[in-house]
């Protein structure tokens, strides 16, 4: 059973609501929005003629809500993985965007002297280990065939980055993980041997884009 192929599929959740856009972390609470549910069904039909045996989600609402979906397509069950939650962030409840919020009052600029580790949250090392943790148990647990973890967008790019090992370090804004993108972690035993990555919300988002700018106009 070495040589198995199997395919782990990095789902990230849909849009969440968030009326108060502050940086919701692990705060409980927060679940998908109404364009959030209908990115859960397009990751759940993109994945439906996948041969997935076992889906995992983080504790957070949010995750659950877009496991729903894709557990349902293939009847199963899906499971917690607290390995797959969102990493700590001490800006948690707070507003953050830029030139708003806590960013700018100089009581919390002590925390952003490391982007390295960074100084704000927890390692990206840390995330890495605990995805890295995650994954193999999933393939561990669907080997010869396919899972979807559900996850947040740091956690799947950290994963990401340490697979291709790469700096963990990275700028936010290059991320590519969109809301309810799917990363596949393809295996050959052990061993990655490529990596997928597939928007299936992207409609979705861009038609939400358009509607936003055009109620701005």
Known sequence: MTGSKTIVHLLRHGEVHNPEGILYGRLTGYGL??????MAIAAAEFLAGRDIV???HSPLLRAEQTAEPVAASHRLDPHIDADLIEPTNVFEGKRVSVGDGALRQPRYWWHLRD???PSWGEPYLSVARRMTHAIEAARRQARGSEAVLVSHQLPIWTARRFTERKSLWHDPRKRQCALASVTSLHFDGPAVSHIDYAE?????ILKSESAKHAKGA
């Not at 929005?33 to 209908?38: F, M, R, Y």
């Not at 299936?200 to 979705?204: E, K, M, R, T």
Request: proline share 12%.
């Open 33 to 38: 929005s109404a364009l959030g549910h209908e």
């Open 54 to 56: 076992h889906v995992a």
């Open 115 to 117: 982007p390295f580790t």
């Open 200 to 204: 299936p919300a992207a409609a979705l």
